[in-house]
């Protein structure tokens, strides 16, 4: 069973940066679209950073401007780079990659904004 592990998560001040990083235990083939999800406390997951197959890349609102999808297909890996985080930024982040016929999902990776 193929399992995605993120890293780069950790404690940064107000307006630091960070790079979270996703790779796949094995071959994926097949790959529709990879993700990053981030589930604030209490509240539900949510959405941060897509990219498919074709390159077509789409960030929440919250995020643009400030946050970078990347990914390698190669190595079925998958970045998120985070410039100006703010304490609203706080979350658990979860890394998503989907095929033709599975989806993968991250274990999470705590990303905690505060001064």
């Known amino acids: 069973q193929v399992q995605l592990v993120e890293s780069g998560g950790g404690l940064v001040q107000p307006g630091g940066s960070l790079r979270l990083s996703c790779a796949a235990s094995g071959r994926i083939f097949a790959i529709r679209a990879m993700r990053w999800y981030r589930q604030p406390p209490g509240k539900q997951r949510e959405l941060v950073a897509g990219i498919t197959n074709g390159d077509v890349i789409n960030y929440a609102e919250s995020v643009k401007g400030r946050f970078t999808i990347s990914r390698d297909s190669a190595k079925n890996t998958v970045d998120l780079q985070m410039n100006s985080l703010k304490p609203e930024d706080t979350a658990v982040y979860y890394c998503?990659?989907?095929?033709?016929?599975?989806?993968?999902w991250g274990q999470g990776t705590q990303v905690t904004v505060s001064s």
């Open positions: 998503y990659i989907g095929t033709i016929s599975n989806i993968y």
